[in-house]
């Protein structure tokens, strides 16, 4: 029987986000219904409240999300209800012809559920990023959820599903640091941090922290960063150049998303380098770059979107890294608060006081 839940709502462009009751169908075939215990606040969430990703209101927000399947459709043999759980949105079909070839990370026809939650009124809601878990209950398809050992907290768990495993994944799938690598990251919220963590735990001999704010450089240090450098008052490109040699990073990761950023990773990164870009520009951006520079320096200039994971490889593996204190998760939950708080943790986030909220159930 369809439920009605509590769950947080954006109605209309700009406005305010509520709290509302929405309906969560029975799952139906290769459905799955997860009773959501965590879900961290990302800046994508807010994109959606703005208008910014597209205006099928209302949205249904929340996508970082951990917690347990209660129930499944028919045809669901990957998980079953009692499961621990981490919510993905790249669960991969297996038939496209990125999968055919055996590079299931870049799947183009991934999988959400196929019936739709509402309103009490029948108003069919969008679920961000094909999730929308700050709610007690959603319906994904049953290969968004990915069993990890439930000894891991859930607030942890969650991250995993969106930035933290985008920022590990740009460090250790996308730009491949790897043992004694020179590593530079810029911009180390969230996203940057965990691209932090990732090159530490890959084995990154240095790794040079960029950000506007001291506050961030001190996370980032914490994170495994062995130098820093606040960009408002030094050049990040000649202080990477000067900690590295001379030469440049081996692989620069670009946080922040902006032509001004990117532009200082293609300089800062040695010759046949790497840049990774995993902070996501706006419409409008343009870049310009001498074309002889894009040649002359080699190397390669990459996108990641979401750290190229696949979920079924990579959560696992990364809970329990942290689960042997490998890997320092818990350091990005910054604060844990409740479903009607998620308006005042848009604002904290905007003002970049946090890492990540995270909503506890
Ligand atoms: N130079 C260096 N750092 C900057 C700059 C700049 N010009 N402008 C902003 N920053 C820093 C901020 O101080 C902050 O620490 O970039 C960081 C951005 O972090 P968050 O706001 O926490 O965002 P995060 O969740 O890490 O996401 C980063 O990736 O997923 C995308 O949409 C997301 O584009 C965003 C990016
Ligand atoms: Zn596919
Ligand atoms: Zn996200």
Redesign the pocket.
């Known amino acids: 029987m369809a439920q009605q839940v509590k769950a947080v709502v954006a109605r209309a462009k700009g406005a305010p986000v509520e709290v509302t009751t929405i309906v969560v169908p029975d799952p139906g075939p290769g459905e799955a219904v997860v009773r959501i215990q965590a879900c961290g606040v990302?800046?994508?969430d807010l994109?959606y409240r703005e208008g910014g990703i597209n205006d099928e209101f209302p949205f249904l927000l929340g996508h970082e999300a951990a917690g347990i399947v209660e129930t499944v459709g028919e045809g669901v043999t990957e998980v079953a209800p009692g499961d621990f759980v981490v919510l993905n949105w790249r669960a991969v079909c297996g038939q496209c012809r990125a999968c055919r070839r055996g590079r299931p990370q870049y799947c183009f026809d991934t999988h959400n559920a196929k019936q739709r939650m509402t309103l009490l009124d029948g108003t069919e809601l969008s679920p961000a990023l094909g999730i929308g878990a700050f709610a007690e209950k959603t319906l994904v398809a049953a290969g968004q959820c990915t069993k990890v050992d439930p000894a891991a907290s859930p607030a942890v768990a969650g991250l995993l599903g969106?930035?933290v495993m985008?920022?590990i994944g740009a460090a250790i799938n996308t730009g491949n640091v790897g043992r004694g690598d020179t590593v530079a990251v810029?911009?180390?919220?969230?996203?940057?941090?965990?691209a932090v963590l990732g090159s530490r735990l890959a084995g990154a001999a240095k790794i040079i922290a960029?950000?506007?704010?001291d506050?961030?450089l001190a996370t980032a240090e914490k994170l495994g960063a062995t130098h820093t450098v606040n960009?408002?008052t030094t050049d990040?490109v000649e202080a990477i150049r000067a900690l590295t040699g001379g030469h440049g990073a081996d692989v620069v990761v670009e946080?922040?998303?902006?032509p001004?950023?990117y532009r200082?990773a293609f300089y800062a990164r040695d010759l046949a380098g790497t840049v990774v870009l995993?902070?996501?520009?706006t419409p409008e951006m343009q870049l310009e770059l001498p074309l002889l520079d894009v040649f002359g320096r080699g190397g390669a200039l990459k996108s990641s979107w979401y750290g190229d994971c696949l979920p079924s490889r990579d959560f696992p593996m990364l809970i329990d890294l942290h689960l042997q204190g490998r890997l320092d998760l818990g350091a990005f939950v910054s604060e844990t608060i409740e479903l009607d708080a998620v308006e005042q943790a848009f604002e904290r986030?905007?003002h970049?006081d946090?890492?990540?909220s995270v909503v506890v159930l």
């Open positions: 990302c800046h994508t994109h969106c930035g985008a920022g810029i911009g180390c919220g969230g996203v940057g941090g965990a960029v950000d506007i704010d506050r961030k960009s408002t990040p946080a922040v998303g902006r001004e950023t200082q995993v902070g996501v520009p986030m905007h970049g946090v890492l990540r």
